[in-house]
């Protein structure tokens, strides 16, 4: 019979391959423990770097609704709970995050008068119940926008008609201070920009028009209608180089599809003196302040024989009809803006300028203002509420913007300036020229984002350490 003892190496063995296993098993335990710690704080530290820029973006919206309160007039309420003169800053406690982590930001803003171009700095600190905080800070700086920064601007659809329609620009009052200076071949530029926000297509019909700049959708392609005499193109555009091109007439640089622009319709004025509607000679006398113009209110202006209306001064008329044609200028007629003055017009009624049209004896479009004030009721781009037509052969030189309407240019004539409506359509011969200043008309539009900034080192950080150290 065997000893029980001859089996005691087996088992021992055994023992040993269990221990290993066991060891093994303690090993892969604890290091699946130490990753899943390692995930988990990566996740949180990748959580609370998302949260520090999301609370960075809501400093800089912060500052941005202050400096444009600031801009409306209403210093008092953009700048209450700030501190500092003549620059602001103020700290927002922005509550507890998950996970007990306390977020707040500190927002600086330069120049709260809002003198040259200001920026913002917004710098945003996430602090957990342990670990190191997140930050992210960011520097914006502001730049004056303009209504009129485009040409030719349709809510719906642009269309252009007849064979010798172009579009081109030029500057009326160069920033050198050496306007103004009148429309002509020998100053003409290509910065004749057209843009419509329609986002299905076809939104540009530019058919066989000339474009001397450059065309944008809210994201249809704008060469789907050039025809095979029209172009878009500009000076640098490489002619004899058409194989990268859309077309041979098409120059893909001067191409979008990510155009946006602003539609809301401007404000009528509620004062101004009564008149009776004008149908004979008159004059109107105004301001000596561009800023501050005379108001009037008048029912309606109708001219169709030989009649003269002029404007002396700086005027601005509402018409208060709000049917038919609030303004009609036909036959011989004619509206007559003095050298040095100005007219803005009010309307939500038709308005159709044609005749001897308008004589705007300035150089500078932005002293003919047209304003369609139809509302959108409906709510539908596709929808007009609004008739202008202007048409002859001579100048206009004008703004014209109306939103919710109809805009016809029809002729041999030029028109000069910007127009923004629902529809644009140019028939005829007619040559549409944008007026590059009106980009830098001051129009009461909210400042803007010019410039976009992180600073990610402590070298870029410590340029505004001491500022925002508060």
Not at 32 to 45: E, I, V
Not at 156 to 167: E, K, L
Not at 285 to 297: I, K
Not at 380 to 391: D, G, L, R, V, Y
């Amino acid at each position: 019979m065997r000893s029980s003892l001859s089996r005691s190496p087996r088992r021992g063995a055994v023992l040993i391959v269990a221990l290993i296993f066991a060891a093994g098993i303690a090993i892969s335990l604890g290091s699946f423990l130490r990753l899943s710690t390692t995930a988990s704080q990566l996740s949180y530290r990748s959580f609370f770097a998302g949260s520090a820029m999301n609370a960075a973006e809501t400093g800089l919206e912060f500052g941005m609704w202050s400096v444009n309160k600031a801009l409306a007039g209403e210093s008092s309420a953009a700048w209450s709970g700030w501190t500092g003169s003549p620059h602001a800053q103020r700290t927002f406690d922005l509550g507890t995050l998950s996970g007990g982590a306390r977020s707040q930001v500190k927002v600086y803003v330069n120049r709260r008068d809002l003198s040259g171009e200001p920026f913002i700095v917004s710098r945003s600190i996430i602090t957990p119940p342990n670990g190191a905080t997140s930050e992210r800070w960011i520097k914006v700086t502001l730049k004056k926008r303009s209504r009129y920064a485009s040409g030719l601007v349709a809510k719906d659809t642009i269309r252009f008609s007849g064979n010798n329609a172009s579009v081109d620009s030029w500057d009326s009052e160069p920033p050198d201070g050496s306007g103004p200076v009148p429309y002509s071949t020998a100053v003409r530029k290509d910065n004749g920009s057209v843009g419509s926000v329609l986002i299905e297509n076809p939104s540009i019909f530019t058919n066989n028009a000339d474009i001397w700049g450059s065309a944008s959708t809210g994201g249809t392609d704008p060469t789907t209608n050039v025809g095979s005499n029209g172009s878009i193109l500009g000076a640098d555009s490489a002619t004899k180089d058409k194989s990268s091109w859309i077309k041979i007439n098409v120059d893909p640089d001067r191409i979008a599809t990510d155009f946006t622009a602003d539609f809301e319709v401007q404000k009528t004025p509620i004062d101004g003196t009564t008149l009776t509607a004008i149908t004979t000679n008159h004059t109107l006398v105004g301001s000596n302040n561009f800023y501050a113009p005379t108001v009037y209110r008048i029912p309606y202006i109708s001219l169709n024989g030989n009649e003269l209306f002029k404007i002396t001064g700086h005027v601005s008329i509402v018409l208060t009809n709000t049917t038919g044609e609030a303004l009609s200028i036909t036959g011989n007629a004619g509206m007559q803006i003095d050298l040095g003055a100005s007219l803005r017009i009010y309307s939500s009624a038709d308005i159709k300028i044609a005749g001897n049209g308008v004589a705007n004896l300035n150089p500078q479009p932005k002293t003919l203002m047209v304003y369609g004030t139809a509302t959108d009721s409906d709510n539908n781009s596709s929808t007009t509420h609004q008739t202008i037509n202007i048409a002859g052969n001579g100048d206009l030189k004008a703004i014209v913007d109306a939103p919710n309407a109809t805009t016809n240019i029809n002729g041999n004539g030029n028109v000069m300036g910007s127009v923004i409506s629902g529809k644009i359509n140019i028939t005829g011969n007619a040559a549409f020229h944008y007026d590059e200043s009106l980009g830098r008309l001051d129009s009461g539009e909210p400042l803007g984002l010019h410039e976009w900034n992180e600073f990610v080192t402590f070298a870029d950080r410590q340029v505004f350490g001491s500022i925002m150290n508060f």
